[in-house]
């Protein structure tokens, strides 16, 4: 109870609808960088903080992608994209509140998009993951969670 209380009252706060604004914005603008590098995303875009990037126009499947993600440090859900006709997920679900709250802005929404883009292109494999997972950690270093 204590925590919703909190959570209600901070709800309430021009900082927090400030930081939701800002949420909302990095999800919109990654949207348009993974379209701009040849992605799906359902629906064309987002109105909150998470979207359905379909990566079949890439040659990739839902699960492996999330699982490369993963590996490489980021996190994503593998989910089917809706009329779909597959056993195997095409999609990934995905959010920008954790990376808000870490203090990412639009440019670094272009940065993630740009190593989602690089570990499509090189179907995963090992050395990309290894590539991005560097990059992933350097991000995380420069935007830790206070």
Sequence with gaps: ????????????????????????????????ALIERGFEVFTGGTDCHMFLLD?????LDGVHFAEALEKAGITVNSKSIPFENSDIPGGIR??????TQRGM???DMEEIAELFYYLAKEKCNEAAIA???????ELAEAFPIH
């Design 131 to 137: 590539k991005v997972k560097e990059r992933v950690k």
């Design 1 to 32: 109870i204590a925590a919703m209380a909190y959570a209600l009252k901070r709800s309430q706060t021009e900082e927090f609808r400030e930081l939701m604004r800002m949420v909302v914005k990095n999800a919109q603008h990654l949207c348009e």
């Design 94 to 99: 995905m959010g920008t509140t954790v990376l």
């Design 105 to 107: 802005k639009e440019k």
């Design 55 to 59: 990566v079949k126009p890439l040659g």
